[in-house]
């Protein structure tokens, strides 16, 4: 969890908020003593925000799953695209 200073939080209000609504708690100090812990509120209506909240998941964004690696051990000889493309032709 990262640490910030009242000075510097009250500076930088608006862009440590915004950090703490993408998920990311916030530990403010005063003379580098903690006094406060800034974090998103969790929807108890949304399962994953509540796993979130428990510390359990951290949500990275908003990428595609195409751009994840494969598992591990796991060698893949060609694109999955290709191979996706081509059970699709075999359908038709």
Not at 42 to 57: K, N, T
């Amino acid at each position: 969890m990262e640490r910030v200073g009242i000075r510097e939080l009250r500076q930088n209000l608006s862009a440590y908020l915004r950090r703490v609504k993408r998920g990311e708690p916030l530990e403010v100090t005063e003379r580098g003593v903690p006094v406060a812990r800034l974090e998103p509120i969790v929807d108890e209506d949304d399962p994953l925000a509540r796993l979130e909240g428990r510390g359990l998941v951290v949500r990275r964004g908003r990428g595609s799953l195409a751009d994840l690696p494969p598992p591990p051990g796991v060698e893949l000889e060609r694109p999955l695209s290709e191979v996706l493309e081509e059970l699709r032709e075999e359908r038709l």
